[in-house]
């Protein structure tokens, strides 16, 4: 990839642009850039009547017309493919403001998510967007007309991180009101039990949606790298505790371990795509997972 696409998708820069807007669209752009110039061409994000091939496609659907003028193979896209809803899932409890560097939580994801919508509507697919805390805050439903960016990226903008947790009520909510199938995206902390994150997860499932989760995590929380005596408050509770790091930096690292693979596990259990992302992972990793998402889909 080159070094000036590969600047796009870091997030302290893309961190440090001014809008959110700008945000979306250099973070997609530099993620199509390194595509174009990877030696990999597993993707297309110009979807109009054909996309280019991916591996595992089948041989019958290549346009063997275009690869005679073009030499590079192609799919055919037949209308269906331009109509997949995504509905973009974006935790905004008060514990997503937190950071141990200089991007919160809610920043990576809320930059996350703008990129996903950006990157929907270039592909010609209807985008909605849901934010919520322990409750549906806002929904957005899912369309590909002019202005549906705008008002994604406005609602995104415009709300900070408060109120406390509960990712499987939420979830639940979500899932009474989405009525039609489509590709439901999950972006958040989840900190939540993990019985009612799975719960809530299953639903979507049961009613038939595909489902890809970010679990997006601060680097300290992988790995309490914490040294000096400190006080840890809850974000959203305001309860405190003094302790020495290094004397439970073990039960930690045991309880988190067993959360994220009990999450991890739960999902695979029910073909749930399950990712977790720390805030210094650049943004390809999740645009990647997204369009292989959407790639099984067809």
Not at 8 to 20: A, G, N, Y
Not at 93 to 100: C, R, V
Not at 174 to 189: C, F, P, Q, W
Not at 222 to 237: N, P, Q, V, W, Y
């Amino acid at each position: 990839m080159a070094k000036q696409s590969y600047k796009f998708l870091d997030p302290q820069t893309v961190s440090r642009l001014e809008t959110l807007e700008l945000r979306a669209k250099m973070v997609v752009e530099g993620f199509i850039s390194g595509l174009h110039k990877s030696p990999f061409h597993g993707f297309s994000v110009e979807f109009a009547e054909r996309r280019q091939y991916m591996p595992g496609d089948p041989i019958k659907l290549v346009d063997w017309k275009h690869y005679a003028k073009s030499d590079r193979y192609y799919i055919k896209q037949y209308e269906e493919e331009t109509n997949l809803k995504s509905y973009i899932l974006l935790d905004l409890s008060a514990s997503m403001g937190y950071t141990s560097e200089l991007i919160t939580k809610r920043d990576y994801a809320g930059s996350l998510a703008a990129a996903l919508a950006y990157l929907n509507l270039k592909q010609r697919d209807a985008v909605g967007l849901v934010t919520f805390d322990s409750q549906i805050r806002s929904f957005i439903p899912p369309a590909s007309r002019a202005g549906q960016l705008n008002q994604i990226l406005a609602e995104i903008q415009d709300q900070e991180p408060a109120g406390t947790t509960n990712v499987g009520s939420a979830l639940h909510l979500m899932a009474e009101r989405i009525k039609r199938r489509g590709l439901v995206v999950v972006i958040s902390d989840m900190l939540d039990e993990p019985e009612n994150i799975i719960s809530g997860l299953r639903h979507f499932r049961h009613n038939r949606h595909e489902v890809i989760v970010f679990h997006i995590v601060d680097p300290r929380e992988k790995d309490f790298g914490f040294r000096d005596e400190a006080i840890f408050k809850d974000m959203e509770t305001g309860e405190e505790i003094t302790t020495l790091p290094w004397q439970i930096k073990k039960t930690y690292a045991g309880a988190f371990k067993e959360f994220t693979d009990t999450l991890a596990l739960q999902c695979r259990q029910s073909r749930i795509d399950y990712h977790q992302i720390d805030t210094s992972t650049p943004f390809d990793s999740a645009l990647y997972s997204f369009l292989g998402k959407r790639a099984r889909l067809y």
